[in-house]
């Protein structure tokens, strides 16, 4: 039978408390990765999960977390983080079933690339849980970027990219990261990034929140306390006894919407102004979102109006909207006010088909899920009223536009799936082949996004924030079968397909939503090219509270992916490298 809607209470992840004697200059976290159990929906049994545990450093015996995701961590612009991360998830992976059947398939799916390059598995075949932790968005050196050839398993085992800050603190299932926050006030989050397993393990429940907040944001007048929430969206699916599916091999069930970790949960707010902090942390659906409400308990037309006032990076120009499209990885951060419907209406978030114009072949955009969380106005307004600034006098910067120039070197990213292979690329070529692209410190860029197949993908660059330029239609069947022929010819330089030549369209503009905004994700739809322009390729130099070798030294090399987590594990992702003015 159907999941009853609405009838658990919305959890709110637990803030991780720091210990700040450890490393003076820093806050440090003591995070350990652990397999335990959690229940989804009041009528499922528990499933066992994946989570993040983080050290009270009050009480050894009360770690903070809930089993599925991770705690928030709360922190202050510019004062660096250290965590230790430590692994103690068992040995047999949770989803084992899947990886057994996955290699057993191997022969076709496994990511074996198109000639001439050789792809060289990194890690042993009885090893099946490995685990990196990576903090998204975030302004950090690469040694502590928690890239995929960094991971770690439980007993100790260390791929070859292995690094810890502090090695002699470490024991062999552990790695310290050091985090500069040099970053906007912005909500980043981390995640799981081991090495061809980040799907798995995401879905277990590797993910958490990582607030970033600028003292003088206080004097905003922004909804903050119980006011500010973090809705943290996934997708699910169940067996029949409650136990986690894997949704692309496993389903028994009907995908699920699982927000904060519960299946269509619902909040009890106030008829005041709430800021509502979005992630999609799901695999691979993009949700297109409104606040519907029943005409006869809105005051004014429905669905509910609502400001966006900040994206993955960090505020932005206060927009009034209606509805708005998010793709995994991205971070919307809204003012939706319940005054303006009546006493008692229920506020429903919804993802629902809406146009897809702009942006064909978007995945699970479509009707199988649709209602998702339910805010139901009715509490007392506390506190004598709402004194929170309204929207559109909320004194936010707006973001200055990154002007291309004509001198602005342009870089070219073609998802590349390979006819027979199926596996995904980007330029065809493998992950695991060396970093091609070199990228002079303190240059601008304009990357393309080619996408010539018909899925939509979410491009995501690690270090930096990016502005979307545009998109620019492309015949895409032309171009396609060009660039085989390219490959199949040997890939000589001057016969490569000019991307001007298959323009079917003038460029569009972003929209609304993504103009002027701080970007570490956007989405690249289906036969388009996407263009965002990257200002200044700079890695953080500084070590971090007299850590030695806590900051970047140059060549420093960073990695670009689809954030479609199975795309990214089937090695759409590729390392790019910030070099020195003599390379
Ligand atoms: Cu959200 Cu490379 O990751």
Redesign the pocket.
């Known amino acids: 039978p159907p999941l009853k809607k609405f009838v658990d209470p919305l959890p709110r992840p637990m803030t991780a408390i720091s210990d700040p004697s450890v490393y003076p200059g820093a806050d440090y976290y003591e995070v350990t990765m652990r397999q335990s159990s959690w229940r989804f929906h009041r009528d499922l049994k528990p499933s066992p999960v994946w989570g993040y545990w983080a050290t009270n450093p009050h009480d050894p015996h009360r770690p903070i977390g809930m089993g599925y995701l991770g705690p928030t961590f709360d922190v202050t612009m510019d004062h660096p983080t250290v965590v230790k991360w430590r692994n103690e998830l068992p040995t047999t992976h949770m989803f084992q079933k899947v990886i057994d059947m996955i290699r057993d398939k191997a022969p076709v799916v496994a990511p074996i690339p198109p000639p001439p390059y050789k792809y060289v598995p990194q890690f042993p075949d009885d090893i099946n849980v490995w685990n990196v932790v990576?903090q998204?968005?975030g302004y950090t050196a690469p040694q502590s970027d928690g890239l995929p050839e960094q991971s770690y398993s439980p007993k100790g085992f260390h791929a070859e990219g292995y690094t810890t800050l502090d090695p002699s603190r470490v024991k062999p299932n552990e790695a310290i990261y050091g985090y500069t926050n040099h970053d906007h006030s912005c909500m980043l989050?981390y995640?799981d990034?081991a090495m061809g397993m980040s799907a798995l393990n995401v879905y277990a429940g590797l993910a958490g929140l990582y607030l970033i907040r600028d003292p003088a944001d206080e004097r905003l007048g922004l909804p903050r306390g119980e006011f500010e929430v973090p809705l943290i969206l996934q997708d699910r699916t169940f067996h029949e006894d409650g136990s986690l599916a894997y949704t692309m091999t496993d389903r028994e069930g009907e995908d699920t919407p699982v927000v904060n970790g519960k299946a269509y949960p619902y909040l009890d707010v106030e008829p005041r102004r709430y800021r509502l902090r979005i992630l999609n942390a799901s695999n691979e659906r993009f949700w297109r979102l409104r606040f519907d409400v029943d005409p006869r308990d809105a005051i004014l037309e429905p669905p509910l109006p609502f400001w966006l006032i900040g994206t993955d990076g960090g505020f932005r120009a206060p927009l009034h909207m209606l509805d708005f499209l998010i793709s995994p990885?991205e971070r919307y951060d809204l003012i939706v006010d319940f005054s303006r419907v009546r006493p008692h209406t229920k506020v429903t978030l919804t993802n629902y088909p809406g146009t897809q114009v702009h942006f064909p072949g978007i995945p699970g955009c479509g009707p199988e899920i649709a209602d998702i969380m339910q805010f139901r106005v009715t509490k007392q307004l506390s506190g004598g009223g709402d004194r929170t600034t309204p929207p559109e006098k909320l004194k936010l910067h707006s973001v200055a536009p990154i002007e291309p120039k004509p001198q602005t070197r342009r870089r070219e990213w073609v998802v590349y799936q390979h006819q027979l292979y199926r596996t995904m690329t980007f330029n065809a070529v493998p992950y695991m082949e060396p970093s091609q692209d070199f990228i002079e410190e303190g240059s601008t860029e304009i990357w393309e996004y080619i996408n010539p197949n018909h899925d939509a993908h979410p491009m995501?660059v690690?270090l930096v924030n990016f502005q979307v330029l545009n998109r620019q239609p492309i015949d895409a069947a032309r171009y396609q079968t060009d660039y085989e022929k390219w490959i199949s010819g040997g890939r000589k330089p001057k016969e490569h397909p000019v991307l001007a030549n298959y323009f079917t369209g003038p460029p569009v503009p972003p929209d609304p939503d993504e103009a002027l905004s701080y970007k570490d994700?956007v989405k690249a739809p289906a036969q388009m090219v996407t263009r965002i322009i990257i200002e200044e390729f700079v890695p953080p130099t500084d070590d971090i509270a007299s850590i030695p070798n806590s900051g970047a030294e140059l060549p420093a090399t960073y990695?670009?992916?689809c954030?479609l987590l199975e795309h990214?594990d089937d090695d759409l992702?590729r390392p790019w490298t910030i070099v020195g003015p003599d390379g």
């Open positions: 990576h998204h968005g989050w995640h990034h990885a995501h690690h994700t990695i670009h992916h954030h990214e992702m």
